[in-house]
């Protein structure tokens, strides 16, 4: 969804708020449900300030027991942006020692499906979980510890130490 800020741009100290709602595509990312954004836009008078925060649920795979699981997802950001004519010198060239200066718009049209896309892959988590105690995966047979215990033999010898055992149970 593209905004129109050119209210927002002509009045320097103004601050308005924005709902969004809406289902974006966010390439390797199954969202199960539309995207829900509250924004905040101020204006500095040389940047767009925008604060805000999401709320949606992916379909994530628990890295322990890799079952599918449906997995909350919300965070806040805040990103500033600079009109194009605003961020040039007189020679037309990027001025790249201000620290306000961390995205440039052109015109007045703001693009908030790619605002939210690049936040929502930011929010990803690295390893996500289906619970806290997640057990995991048996390491010999497979089997998803969480649905109950397998019949493998936990104890298992380093074989670099297996003959030695074979040299105990023959003393005995």
């Not at 806290?132 to 998803?144: A, S």
Request: include cysteine.
């Amino acid at each position: 969804m593209k905004l129109d800020l050119s209210e927002l741009i002509k009045s320097p100290g103004a601050i308005i708020p924005y709902h969004f709602e809406e289902e974006i595509e966010v390439d390797g990312v199954e969202l199960l449900e539309p995207v829900v954004a509250d924004f905040k836009f101020s204006n500095t008078n040389r940047s767009i300030i925008i604060e805000g925060e999401f709320y949606t649920s992916i379909m994530a795979e628990c890295v322990r027991c890799l079952e599918h699981f449906k997995m909350p997802l919300k965070s806040a950001f805040r990103e500033a942006y600079t009109r194009q004519d605003l961020a040039l010198d007189a020679k037309g060239n990027l001025i790249t020692d201000d620290e306000d200066i961390r995205s440039i718009f052109e015109g007045h049209i703001l693009d908030l499906t790619e605002l939210l896309r690049q936040n929502i892959i930011l929010a990803l988590p690295v390893a996500p979980l289906c619970s806290p105690d997640c057990k995991g995966l048996c390491p010999i047979c497979g089997k998803n510890l969480n649905e109950g215990e397998c019949q493998c033999n936990k104890q298992r010898i380093d074989p670099r130490w297996r003959k030695l055992l074979n040299y105990k149970k023959k003393e005995v």
